[in-house]
């Protein structure tokens, strides 16, 4: 499915104008992104919890070449699904 199918379809399962439906997936979406960028977990229960992880710092090795290079800790997000969305899927 992509955005636009999404909105079409919150648009019609909410009885609200496309346009509505748009401004409430980017402001859902926007708002997700800087809850993340802030650190911060978002839990939505039985559906699942998006938060930040901490990947550490590396050696890694170069695939063509084979020289080690040092790759860096970054934050990554990720999301955990819910048992709800879970058992619902199954």
Known sequence: MTKLELIDR???EAKIPRAAAERALNSL?????E???A???ISLPGFG???ISNRAARKG????TG???DIPAV???KFKVGKGLKDAVR
């Open 10 to 12: 919150v648009a019609k």
């Open 29 to 33: 979406t926007g708002t997700i992104v």
């Open 35 to 37: 809850a993340l960028k």
């Open 39 to 41: 650190g911060d977990k």
């Open 49 to 51: 919890t998006f938060l």
């Open 61 to 64: 090795r170069n695939p063509r």
């Open 67 to 69: 020289q080690e290079i």
């Open 75 to 77: 934050r990554i997000p």
